[in-house]
């Protein structure tokens, strides 16, 4: 059935349209038929959108979804408070329905409020069962992801590694390009959460950056927030 969006604020994106004080929008389908100033569809449903933006969806180009169920709670916390309360101690009780609610609820609130493409960076995946549901909750949303399969930052037990220390999991990256993220073509993709030298080894960023580039996958990371791992990192690897 197509859906008639009349005399809106029409944000086009076309450098040829502009951007139309008065106009209306046909969507036919899953596909936009017409953009004027002013159309003619009988049959098709109107919405009255005067005094309204009408443009294309927003993108939220890194968000971490799992944590929505934890909205506000570090507003008055520093960075390594918000790591060792969250990293160290939340994020490591969270089971994988709890994943997924908060990826499925934080993707709804992505939706509602006009973004409709997302960067899930979910860097919390201490097993698949965990991975599984979070990518289930972007689909059951319906929002256009991409899903950037981190690993979880808990304090190291005795004798073991820490978090900075251990290269990107191949196998769990190949299962989820084998399995629920076969489809490069599909709403929900995968991409890699990757530390970066400034929060890892240079040995484990090379292998990040390499797998990444292997497989085909855009890597994404974060930078800066206090003293890095690897000083001169970049350009170490750069050359």
């Known amino acids: 059935m197509a859906l008639l969006l009349k005399s809106g604020i029409v944000v086009t994106q076309d450098a040829a349209l502009g951007v139309l004080p008065k106009g209306?929008?046909?969507?036919?389908?899953?596909?936009?038929?017409?953009?004027?100033?002013?159309?003619?569809?009988?049959?098709a449903e109107v919405v009255e959108c005067s005094g309204h933006?009408?443009?294309?969806?927003?993108?939220n180009a890194h968000m971490h979804t799992?944590?929505?169920?934890?909205?506000?709670?570090?507003?008055?916390?520093?960075?390594?408070?918000?790591?060792?309360?969250?990293?160290?101690?939340?994020?490591?009780?969270?089971?994988?329905?709890?994943?997924?609610?908060?990826?499925?609820?934080?993707?709804?609130?992505?939706?509602?409020?006009?973004?409709t493409t997302l960067v899930d960076w979910c860097h919390n995946n201490p097993t698949p069962q965990h991975t599984d549901?979070?990518?289930?909750?972007?689909?059951?949303?319906?929002?256009?992801?991409?899903?950037?399969?981190?690993?979880?930052?808990?304090?190291?037990?005795?004798?073991?590694?820490?978090?900075?220390?251990?290269?990107?999991?191949?196998r769990e990256i190949e299962r989820l390009l084998k399995g629920p993220l076969?489809?490069?073509?599909?709403?929900?993709?995968?991409?890699?959460?990757?530390?970066g030298p400034h929060y890892s080894t240079l040995d484990v960023s090379a292998h990040d950056f390499a797998l990444a580039k292997e497989l085909g996958l855009v890597a994404?990371?974060?930078q800066g927030g206090g003293e890095a791992k690897t000083p001169g990192g970049w350009e170490t690897l750069m050359e």
Do not use: C
């Not at 209306?24 to 049959?43: T, W, Y």
């Not at 089971?95 to 973004?115: K, S």
């Open 220 to 222: 994404s990371m974060h």
């Open 53 to 59: 933006f009408v443009m294309p969806g927003l993108i």
């Open 66 to 115: 799992w944590q929505t169920a934890l909205r506000s709670v570090a507003a008055n916390w520093t960075l390594l408070e918000y790591f060792r309360h969250v990293h160290a101690g939340l994020a490591t009780v969270f089971t994988p329905e709890d994943i997924h609610v908060a990826t499925l609820a934080g993707a709804l609130n992505q939706l509602d409020h006009g973004v």
């Open 24 to 43: 209306d929008v046909l969507v036919d389908g899953s596909r936009i038929a017409a953009i004027a100033p002013q159309i003619a569809a009988p049959g």
């Open 133 to 170: 549901a979070a990518v289930a909750g972007l689909k059951e949303s319906g929002i256009r992801a991409a899903f950037f399969h981190g690993s979880p930052k808990p304090d190291p037990k005795p004798g073991e590694p820490h978090f900075s220390e251990v290269p990107h999991p191949r």
């Open 182 to 195: 076969a489809d490069r073509e599909a709403l929900v993709t995968l991409g890699m959460a990757v530390l």
